[in-house]
């Protein structure tokens, strides 16, 4: 059984017991939290699809951490004009624990 859900504009393929890394929540580790924004649910019963969403759908999570995605550096170089411009990027993640998915 495996899901797809939206969160943080992107989308996730999960299942139950998957660790997955999302957009940041607002959300404290240990805390459960439910997606209400399934788009599809494949089960022994077969496949759900929304339109956009699945009704009833459900998925629940536990929050595992918060944290901080490693650094991205950013560099622009225009060669022979003596400039260079430097900068970085860190995204914060929330990771979650998949406990169940019902429809």
Do not use: C, W
């Not at 699809?49 to 650094?71: D, E, L, M, W, Y």
């Amino acid at each position: 059984m495996y899901a797809v859900i939206q969160t943080g504009g992107k989308q996730y393929r999960v299942q139950p017991g998957d660790k997955v890394k999302v957009e940041s929540l607002d959300a404290e580790a240990g805390q459960e939290i439910a997606f209400e924004n399934v788009l599809m649910i494949q089960s022994d019963d077969g496949i759900k699809i929304g339109q956009p969403f699945v009704s009833g759908g459900k998925v629940t999570a536990t929050v595992v951490a918060n944290g901080r995605h490693p650094k991205i550096r950013i560099i622009k170089f225009r060669r022979r004009k003596h400039h260079m411009k430097q900068a970085g990027h860190r995204q914060n993640y929330t990771e979650v624990r998949i406990n169940e998915i019902s429809a």
